[in-house]
């Protein structure tokens, strides 16, 4: 027995570098199964953590289907078989299909990640979904062309194929086109992203981004009906962003009676003092209180400044607030809120009088 594993393991053999190699490969087998528990259980969020615990079963597979091919190369040079396998670029392609799988898997893992919260980059949900739409665009582009390399096909002549019929596609469906490079200009640009609210006074489009894909842009308007809207109409229409103000402004004007014109400047003062010392009012911004002007039935005044908050229910409370303590400051002063009124002056003629 010993001499027939000498004589197998004998150097001189034909099939003695193809042995080797299959020695090696399930060798790796059983080292990458033995640090399986510390590559899988990554729970870091981190890119590197990423990386790390995605790479065991591409790996995994790569070192079987590896083996596998092996153990048919050694098959055929013991048996005979002459089957030219040698020819074959098997061993280069299989690694080339496993690296991109292993690059999706970073790609989508932290891409999920990411999206989930838990993952510890700064980059915010539209900037992850467009890097990664793009990470899988390019590594699909490299597969292709390293795959015609690999089997032989000249790639120049799928390029230049792919340019006319390109330019021809491009030319027959310009608004996929323009809806896709108006997805690019979104994730540069950055005027929103997921989870904004936006809108528009060019369009009825109002509502929350729940997606920015290559074409379309989902909203949800605020009755929860759907909006598909294509990335090419955000090239021509303005777009507001109520999600990135810094502050929400209450401006109204109160109205008081022609009888109180004497209290209108004490009015002003109480109110003025009121908004400087309101912790709901942002002091480092406009505050405004003045009488301004004449109406039909009320001296009208004036009330603009800032809130504190951005909170759209937040901000109608804070507004409440404010607005009814204003009302108790007027009527402290003695003074009331006036409504539209109409005055009938009647005349007395002689014959009424008789």
Known sequence: ????????FDPNQDYFSQLVALIMILSGVVILRLFKTKLVNQTSGSFLSVCISSIYTPAKFLLFTSAVWALIETSDVIFGFNLNLDQYEVLPILVALHLSWYGFRI??????????GEGSGKLDQTAVIGLAKIGRLLLTLILVIVAFDLLGLDATGLIAMGSVSGAALAFASKDLVSNWFGGIMLY????FQVGDWIRSPDREIEGTVEYIGWRITKIRAFDKR??????SAFNNI????PSRMTHRRIQETITVRYDDMKLVQDI????TQYLNESELVAQDQTKIVNFNGYGESSLNILIY???ITTDWVTFHEHKQKVLLDIGELVLELGGDFAYP???LQVEQTESTIA
Request: hydrophobic share 35%; proline share 7%; glycine share 0%.
């Open 1 to 8: 027995m010993l001499e027939d594993a000498l004589y197998l």
């Open 107 to 116: 790609i989508n893992s932290y891409e999920r990640l990411s999206l989930s």
């Open 188 to 191: 540069l640009d950055k005027p």
């Open 226 to 231: 759907p909006l598909y809207v294509p990335n």
């Open 238 to 241: 303005t777009v507001q962003n």
């Open 268 to 271: 002003v003062k109480q109110i």
């Open 305 to 307: 400044c800032m809130t």
């Open 341 to 343: 009124t109409q005055r």
